[in-house]
């Protein structure tokens, strides 16, 4: 008997907690932004996802600590956008190591706009430093520092445009 109520607070704890995430995910804030990273051809897909991913969370968090507002949303395809959000495209060109101790991230993006206009923001270059005898973890951290710094131009452009966007339609 002690059993059989223990397995039923426990089902009834599980539901209690699983609760709460269930109804926040049917009342989700829709994304004021979609992005789509498009990355060079690499041999290893996963190794493709994986840069994707990276430049896709850098890019929320240098947009959050700029002063962007809404949520971002990464799209893998294009027919996976929503045409009634803006779809900003990010084409990776280079995110490398050089031999000389230079970590560069170099980026063309483009915003699709609701009406379906397309506006060429321009290329993005971020460079950091780093030591050949360094760690991963630095050596990691400069790869991010190179990826922010670039994506720091890019929302500066980025909130020049929704500012004008925004001035134009009062």
Known sequence: MKNLSTRIL???VAFALLAPLAS???TAVPPALQVRIETPTVIDLMRETDIQDAISVHLSDAFRRS???GRIAQVDHRDDADPAIPLLTIRLDNWRARPTGMVECR???TLTATDGSEIRLGSYYGTTMHWGHA???TVRN???DAAVSALRDLYRDYAKLDTANADSTE
């Open 24 to 26: 926040a995910k049917s």
């Open 10 to 12: 426990g089902t009834l």
């Open 142 to 144: 400069a790869f991010e």
């Open 67 to 69: 002063g962007f507002k």
């Open 107 to 109: 980026f063309f993006a």
């Open 135 to 137: 760690n991963r973890f």
